[in-house]
């Protein structure tokens, strides 16, 4: 395998971020509820702000694609200049809580963030079977920078905020960055660390890789899995520090994170399976291992490293799952051949954009799995050319495919 919120509530633009689930491969005993001591990620060589704008760029992309409103607002070559890192001082989304940095230029990072020389060139799977006017170039694979560059231009200069065929666009604007760079890069980050194969200064590593993760520094504060649902206290950004104000590098949960939060909470909620808060694992070994990075002590940071990567990768696993799930509850009152939106408006191309994420980096699947989880999912929402039973069959068997090949607890699969 080449290593290379549920969904965002948008009101008023403001990101009530999901969050995903992160495991450790198998479902296992954990502590419960936002009690995670006083650990925080804060050392004075934190520098990860090129990580964090990567994260907001990602996001914003998917909003500004969201909405026919929106899409008439963006122009072509405004959408690919955001996606290429001419930011020219562009505000970043609205945030509750008073952010720091309003505009891109306020965060701290040299040179720009250009997303598209950012994103692994590696041709995506069973890409040369997406149909006419879903890639730029039908019949042969693509990467997922020509990809985000056809749909980008097909939002901004034709108003669109789908395709013919049913792909959501602003679900591969956002969905596919959050597998490359975002995912990809961090996990390659965290598999040298993990390997042994660290060059250059270990703490600046250490810290990109808790970027692209987009944790907040502490994590108590943002979390409560007291009463189920999303499992964030208050939303994704809070004023830990009381200045008035919200810093987006250290007091607020960013994607990934976010969904690690979500998915542990429907694990911790789940009466029928042992108790497991995945998130705080990961954000706990990420703390561990960049104090002992701070002094020295290098003896566990493989296994910290480790224990943080299994955990993201299966939060991208559960990912699949949740919009599985998804679409198989859509399809639960539809009989005969699915029509459109019978799988729901968004639910297919995150699924379908999640299981990419998982090319870029696994330990678990090999590519015959990968392959045919994708083959399952298709190459586009099958509306007008399979039934429901049918196409809930190909769901079911991609579920199987991830449950087996990370063993996850049956009663959370069906849960999440």
């Given at each position: 395998?080449?290593?290379?919120?549920?969904?965002?509530?948008?009101?008023?633009?403001?990101?009530?971020?999901?969050?995903?689930?992160?495991?450790?491969?198998?479902?296992?005993?954990?502590?419960?509820?936002?009690?995670?001591?006083?650990?925080?990620?804060?050392?004075?060589?934190?520098?990860?702000?090129?990580?964090?704008?990567?994260?907001?760029?990602?996001?914003?992309?998917g909003i500004r694609t969201g909405s026919e409103e929106q899409v008439s607002d963006n122009s072509a070559s405004n959408l690919k200049a955001l996606y290429t890192g001419d930011l020219n001082d562009t505000t970043v989304p609205s945030i509750k809580g008073s952010p720091e940095q309003s505009v891109y230029g306020d965060f701290d990072f040299e040179g720009t963030v250009n997303l598209s020389s950012l994103t692994d060139d590696t041709p995506l799977v069973r890409s040369q079977y997406l149909e006419n006017g879903d890639s730029p170039d039908p019949d042969s694979q693509i990467s997922t920078d020509q990809m985000l560059e056809f749909y980008l231009e097909r939002a901004g200069s034709e108003n669109i905020v789908r395709t013919d065929n049913g792909i959501v666009l602003s679900q591969f604007a956002e969905k596919m960055l959050l597998g490359t760079p975002i995912y990809g890069r961090g996990a390659a980050i965290l598999n040298n660390f993990a390997n042994g194969n660290v060059s250059g200064d270990q703490a600046e590593q250490w810290d990109k890789a808790f970027g692209y993760f987009g944790f907040p520094r502490t994590l108590e504060p943002f979390i409560d899995y007291s009463a189920g649902g999303e499992g964030l206290a208050d939303g994704p950004a809070r004023d830990v520090d009381g200045n008035g104000s919200v810093d987006l590098t250290s007091e607020y949960v960013h994607t990934w994170a976010a969904y690690a939060i979500e998915r542990s909470a429907a694990a911790e909620a789940n009466s029928e399976s042992p108790s497991n808060n995945f998130a705080q694992r990961a954000f706990e070994a990420l703390v561990q291992g960049r104090e002992e990075i701070a002094n020295e002590n290098y003896d566990n940071l493989s296994s910290r490293a480790q224990t943080a990567l299994d955990a993201w990768e299966a939060t991208v696993a559960v990912n699949v799952i949740h919009y599985i799930n998804s679409m198989e509850g859509n399809l639960e009152g539809v009989s005969g051949t699915i029509s459109d939106g019978d799988v729901g408006k968004d639910a297919w191309g995150e699924a379908k954009a999640f299981a990419w994420g998982l090319q870029f980096y696994s330990d678990e699947l090999s590519d015959q799995q990968l392959n045919n989880v994708l083959e399952d999912i298709g190459n586009d929402p099958p509306y007008g050319e399979m039934t429901a039973d049918e196409y809930a069959s190909d769901l079911a068997d991609a579920t199987q495919i991830l449950q087996d090949a990370y063993g996850f607890d049956a009663s959370n699969v069906e849960g999440w």
């Open positions: 395998m080449h290593p290379s919120f549920l969904r965002y509530t948008r009101i008023l633009l403001v990101p009530l971020l999901a969050v995903g689930l992160v495991l450790t491969g198998c479902d296992s005993t954990g502590s419960n509820g936002g009690d995670n001591g006083s650990d925080a990620f804060e050392y004075p060589s934190n520098d990860y702000e090129a990580e964090t704008a990567v994260n907001l760029l990602a996001f914003d992309l």
